[in-house]
């Protein structure tokens, strides 16, 4: 069969592409990945020995406000009423997350109204300069230094093991505060989990297509024989991998951090009573634990039933990356971005290449930010293809 278009990469990036380019323009789309499934990073699959969903790079919720993608998304699956919320360990104690009014009252054991809340932190926020450069001054001037030494410093520094003072203060501003006792992890208008799991959604958006897309695993860009033919033949190419390792790394390695899932199967039904919980201090070194059952209470039978005895949780650990690891957080320092914009300039004068995704754009998408950037390549590449 010969293709039109070659998609490197199943994510969400490249899938989402690939199933406009077929039924929107009629194109015959070969989609390769390297790894021996579809989905990029949001895959998921149910543990063999309790039948329980895992998430296998990281849990991922999806949440939106984008009305384009919660319609384009609903088209291949069903969401469930999954609303995130998360908690947090410090010093021994447990805290709701985000820092909202309860969170607050808490710490400071106290009985703050809203108002008297705000007042407060505005006080302990007065150090932060007015225009915050960098995650630490962004968290102060938000919540204050006691709330950001207790809740953001270690876990940050955990996480990111890059000063405070070197990260971009977008980091932190995914993060609601809230002055009132709402602890929804999220703000938007639309929130769920697939109901029949993350690889039926993705499954569907290909046999959505008929046969006009190929699905080809383990299959590496770089040295798999047909596709350097299908280079060699400069078909169109959206390229969803790395965008320094598609230039050898001439200019250096963009920084990443990586992660060391550690998944167990527990005989206890339930291990921690909530989704996930977060650890605040340097210690434990891990910076959360997932339990894979609280994100379904709709799936009632098996070892979702309650009294099943099994529950299967991950302690997820942040590491430096190194070639070879899973590139997962771009840490995007000032560097980072100056290496990037070499980068960009000789992806900008290529012919029959698109970069796009987290990995083509160095970038930190949500889900829904991945499927409305790929929305949005699709119209402005879609009358020239
Ligand atoms: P990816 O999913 O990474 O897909 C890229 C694919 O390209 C990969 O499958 C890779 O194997 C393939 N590839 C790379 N190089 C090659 C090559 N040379 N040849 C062939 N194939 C190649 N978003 C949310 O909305 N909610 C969440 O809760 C959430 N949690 C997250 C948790 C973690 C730990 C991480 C890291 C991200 C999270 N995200 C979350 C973001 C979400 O994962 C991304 O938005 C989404 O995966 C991006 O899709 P993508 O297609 O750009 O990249
Ligand atoms: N963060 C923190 N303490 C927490 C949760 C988050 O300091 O308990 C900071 C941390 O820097 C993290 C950022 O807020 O990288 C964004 O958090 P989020 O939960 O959105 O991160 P993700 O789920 O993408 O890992």
């Not at 999220?186 to 697939?194: A, I, K, S, V, Y």
């Not at 290909?206 to 006009?212: E, M």
């Not at 990586?258 to 039904?269: A, F, N, R, T």
């Not at 998408?365 to 409305?372: E, G, S, V």
Request: glycine residues 8%; negative net charge; hydrophobic residues 35%.
């Amino acid at each position: 069969m010969e293709y039109d278009v070659l998609i490197v990469g199943a994510g969400l990036f490249g899938l989402t592409m690939a199933e406009r380019l077929a039924n929107e323009c009629d194109k015959k789309v070969l989609v390769i990945d390297k790894r021996n499934h579809i989905g990029g990073n949001c895959y998921s699959e149910f543990d063999s020995e309790t039948g329980i969903e895992c998430h296998k790079y990281g849990a991922h919720l999806f949440h939106t406000s984008l009305e384009n993608v919660w319609e384009y998304v609903n088209q291949f699956t069903k969401f469930t009423n999954y609303i995130h919320k998360v908690y947090t360990t410090h010093d021994g104690i447990v805290y709701p997350l985000p820092i909202n009014l309860g969170t607050i009252n808490q710490f400071f054991q106290a009985a703050y109204t809203p108002d008297e809340a705000k007042v407060k932190i505005a006080g302990q926020a007065a150090s932060a300069p007015e225009n915050p450069q960098n995650l630490a001054e962004q968290g102060i001037s938000l919540i204050g230094k006691p709330l950001f030494d207790a809740f953001i410093k270690n876990y940050t520094a955990k996480q990111w093991q890059t000063p405070a003072e070197e990260l971009s203060p977008d980091i932190i501003k995914r993060l609601p505060v809230r002055y009132n006792y709402d602890n929804r992890y999220f703000n938007d208008t639309h929130e769920g989990l697939p109901v029949d799991g993350y690889e039926a959604w993705f499954q569907n958006m290909i046999d959505s297509c008929g046969d006009k897309i190929v699905v080809r695993l383990e299959t590496d860009y770089f040295t798999d024989s047909e596709i350097q033919r299908l280079r060699d033949a400069g078909i169109l190419t959206i390229y969803t991998g790395p965008i320094d390792r598609f230039y050898d790394y001439q200019f250096g390695e963009l920084k990443w951090r990586s992660l060391d899932l550690g998944k167990e199967v527990l005989d206890v039904d339930d291990f921690q009573g909530c989704p996930v919980m977060n650890y605040a201090d340097l210690e434990p070194k891990y910076t959360r634990i997932h339990e894979f059952k609280h994100f379904h209470p709709e799936r009632t039978t098996g070892c979702y039933a309650p009294g099943s005895g099994k529950t299967v949780i991950v302690r997820e650990y942040s590491k430096t990356w190194h070639l070879g690891d899973e590139p997962y957080y771009p840490v995007n320092t000032a560097e980072d971005r100056a290496v990037l914009s070499k980068y960009q300039d000789l992806a900008a004068s290529e012919q029959n290449i698109i970069f796009g995704g987290r990995l083509g754009e160095y970038a930190y998408y949500d889900m829904d930010k991945t499927i409305a950037a790929a929305l949005a390549k699709f119209d402005e590449i879609k009358n020239r293809v």
